[in-house]
């Protein structure tokens, strides 16, 4: 059974930082596509960052750029969106994706033209709270 697991959410006060983890089960990382979204209560879902495969390169959207970095661990196979500099605007609970659907057109919330909007493969999720 293919599976993506996310881990490392939790409760940082605003300006921390957090490491999530998004490990394939029954499948190999190396060659997929990587995206991080987030849904915060209330509100659509947001692409946040992805890789891609065919040439390493990570894009993420504006907000999260310069505090969020997405890299790939293919020994673990796993990839790790790191968070730093967390915002009260953060909080959601943030999901990895893989098998990229290549023909859909990106969402409304997509992080841009680079990455992939909709995929058939989606982690359970991890809460992150940012609160003081």
């Known amino acids: 059974q293919l599976q993506l697991v996310e881990s490392g959410g939790g409760l940082v006060q605003p300006g921390g930082s957090l490491r999530l983890a998004c490990v394939g089960s029954g499948f190999s990382l190396i060659d997929e596509d990587i995206g991080w979204f987030r849904q915060a209560p209330g509100k659509e879902r947001e692409g946040v960052s992805c890789l891609r495969s065919a040439d390493g390169r990570t894009f993420h959207k504006n907000i999260v750029k310069g505090r969020f970095t997405i890299s790939r661990d293919n020994a673990e196979n796993t990839v790790y969106l790191q968070m730093n500099n967390l915002e009260p605007e953060d909080p959601a609970v943030y999901y990895c994706?893989?098998?990229?659907?290549?023909?859909?057109?990106?969402?409304?919330?997509?992080?841009?033209?680079?990455?992939?909007?909709?995929?058939?493969?989606w982690g359970q999720g991890t809460q992150v709270t940012v609160s003081s």
């Open positions: 994706a893989a098998r990229a659907n290549t023909g859909a057109r990106p969402g409304e919330h997509a992080v841009g033209p680079n990455c992939w909007w909709e995929y058939a493969l």
